[in-house]
């Protein structure tokens, strides 16, 4: 049983039911929508196909909404128009047919937030541009550095320009109303540069009373520079590697990503990385051996999951490549470096005796061996404080709130089970080992740790740990 999770984005190739019921059985914890690509309507019938699959094979599974955020882009360009270094070229926020001459930016506002000086990027970092002049009007005039062919609607990366847009779109707020209504269990928040647009989807969310998580996705420079406080205000993070790469230079990325990893577990809250970790299986079934490298070293770093984008949603491969992917993610979680990370309790902490508890329920179980960690929760508080200790056992939870359950998805290490019969804590902790030994995943002789609170009947913070051996 892997305990990193796989995150695949679903697309063309993935959207029919057999395909998905076929991914979801070789590995996939969480199913990404891209709201990018496809309309509202299409994509809330995609989340009702993952549900049907989910409830056809009693299986659980994550939904993560991915918002598209402020995605700026140039217009529609003539066929065949080639800048070269030098060549001076004009952005103009009044829509018009593009040339290598002038072309149309969707960002109104471009020409204000701009400074002579600052860099342009196209399609994907693949053409550079300097800006020489803008009138804070309409137009931006702006030199080529880095040349190369010009091509209709690419993305527009502005790495020194602090970009006035909201990080929430009227059709991000349309979409994510379309999301929560039919019941995702994540929200990803695009292109995020501060904890106050957190702040601003959090209050949507509870406005419309869900239970959904977020998941900031970290690919501006701003959003590197203030990565503590969105990681305080956050459920999840994300370290999108496409945009960031573009955004930063290339050889900060590798050390952006184990920053980010390292204080995201610290402070017990998911990390996924993300962008071109099988790219070479869009159009291959085997990866490249730089690719399983870097899956590897993701999962040994402690990342909570690691994301397939095009190889799933538009390759031709999607379940060989969850199947390779599980593979890799296997073997690399045999190192020992993923063992025990997190920080240590502190006296100051909102719920210090649970934290201390969930600590040294992952130390003991290290310590003697345990076959698995067995943890009740209502709200997921508990497993996700042991899953950020990275214990070597299994980490079973038992919850009566069927909300969390694939919400659960996401934590590395971590497997969701209903259990509503909270009687007495003796009583509980007898079915949920028979209820484990009855799925083969525990067997007597075993060791295991159980944690409760007490009374059971309360649900309240975790305040009980026992070691219990199997058939003793």
């Known amino acids: 049983m892997k305990r990193t999770k796989i995150v695949a984005t679903l697309g063309p190739s993935s959207i029919k039911s057999r395909v998905l019921e076929k991914m979801l059985y070789q590995g996939v914890n969480v199913f990404r929508v891209n709201f990018s690509h496809g309309s509202a309507e299409e994509n809330r019938k995609t989340i009702l196909k993952i549900q049907a699959i989910l409830k056809k094979t009693k299986r659980h599974a994550a939904i993560l909404a991915d918002l598209q955020g402020p995605k700026l882009r140039i217009g529609t360009v003539e066929e065949g128009a080639f800048l070269d270094p030098g060549d001076l070229m004009t952005f103009t926020n009044k829509p018009c047919s593009g040339t290598k001459e002038k072309v149309f930016m969707t960002y109104d506002s471009f020409p204000k937030d701009v400074k002579v000086g600052e860099m342009i990027l196209l399609d994907d970092g693949k053409l550079l541009m300097r800006v ?250 508990s497993a996700k404080l042991i899953s950020s200790f990275r214990p070597k056992s299994n980490v079973y939870v038992f919850t009566s709130n069927r909300s969390i359950l694939n919400k659960l998805c996401l934590f590395w290490g971590v497997t969701g089970f209903y259990y509503n019969s909270m009687e007495s804590t003796d009583q509980t902790f007898v079915e949920i080992s028979k209820m484990l030994k009855s799925l083969s995943l525990i067997e007597d002789g075993d060791t295991i740790i159980q944690l409760a609170s007490m009374p059971i009947k309360k649900r309240g913070m975790t305040n009980t740990m026992r070691i219990k051996q199997i058939g003793a």
Do not use: H
């Not at 349309?174 to 209050?203: C, E, P, T």
């Not at 040994?300 to 799933?312: C, F, K, P």
């Not at 025990?340 to 003991?364: H, M, W």
């Open 132 to 381: 020489v002049s803008t009138n804070s009007k309409n137009e931006v005039i702006a030199e080529t550095i880095q040349g190369g062919p010009l091509k209709s609607n690419k993305g527009v990366n502005l790495p020194n320009t602090r970009v006035s847009l909201p990080c929430l779109t009227d059709k991000d707020i349309y979409d994510l109303n379309i999301a929560l209504d039919a019941g995702v269990d994540w929200v990803g928040l695009s292109f995020v540069r501060g904890k106050q647009d957190i702040k601003n989807l959090r209050k949507i969310i509870n406005e419309k009373k869900s239970g959904a998580g977020i998941v900031a996705k970290i690919e501006k420079p701003e959003a590197v520079s203030d990565i503590d406080a969105i990681l305080d205000e956050t459920d999840a993070v994300m370290v999108a590697r496409g945009d960031l790469g573009v955004e930063v230079p290339m050889e900060s990325v590798p050390l952006i990503q184990k920053m980010i990893i390292s204080k995201a577990i610290s402070r017990a809250k998911p990390v996924i990385v993300a962008t071109q970790m099988m790219e070479s299986m869009i159009n291959s079934l085997t990866p490249s051996r730089a690719e399983v490298n870097d899956v590897s070293c993701a999962v040994i770093d402690g990342a909570d999951a690691v994301m397939l984008s095009a190889e799933t949603s538009v390759g031709q491969y999607p379940v060989e490549v969850v199947e390779a992917m599980s593979k890799i993610v296997k073997a690399s979680e045999l190192s020992s470096v993923t063992r025990i990370k997190g920080r240590k309790p502190q006296p100051e902490d909102k719920r210090f005796v649970s934290n201390a508890l969930c600590y040294q329920a992952a130390k003991t179980a290290n310590l003697v061996e345990a076959r698995s960690i067995c943890a009740l929760t209502f709200s997921g508080y």
